[in-house]
């Protein structure tokens, strides 16, 4: 993840050359996870005493900084609001400095689904017809199944 250009830095007044961090190539990798997690994560820097920082908000709010040491490329956001827009990205950093910024990844945490309406029938001693329709509200994301 190193850029081919080196430039002159001193960060401690010890004029050394390192490269310039190359910028993040694509937007973090971002998945709700059990339903009450944010979890991201991006590629490990090639970089010896690189690290990152990952930047998240909520809508269109300001965003948070949170630091990451260079072994760590996973961030995992708790509790996020159902139905609010979480928007991630984040950049490299050396002895030179920040990289640019990877392109963003926006994710909604759904709400629960309204329950489905149910009728059942009997049909025997021995046997119910249960039917259903669809809830009214999926909270924002498609309905993979049902539990009976």
Sequence with gaps: MLADVYEMCDPANQPKM???PLGPIKAP???????????????KCSDEGCHY?????????????VS??????TYTLQNPIPGQVYTFH???????????????KSIVVANPPSS????????DPCCIRIRWSAPSRTGGSAIESYSV
């Design 68 to 73: 990451k040491k260079q072994n760590d490329m």
């Design 18 to 20: 390192v490269a310039l």
């Design 116 to 123: 489905p309406r149910c009728r059942a029938q009997v049909v």
């Design 53 to 65: 920082e990952l930047h998240w908000r909520i809508d269109q709010g300001k965003f948070r900084k």
């Design 29 to 43: 990798d971002c998945d709700v996870v059990k339903g009450n997690k944010i979890l991201c994560k991006w590629p």
């Design 90 to 104: 984040y950049a490299i950093c050396n002895d030179c400095g920040f990289g640019p910024m990877s392109p963003a």
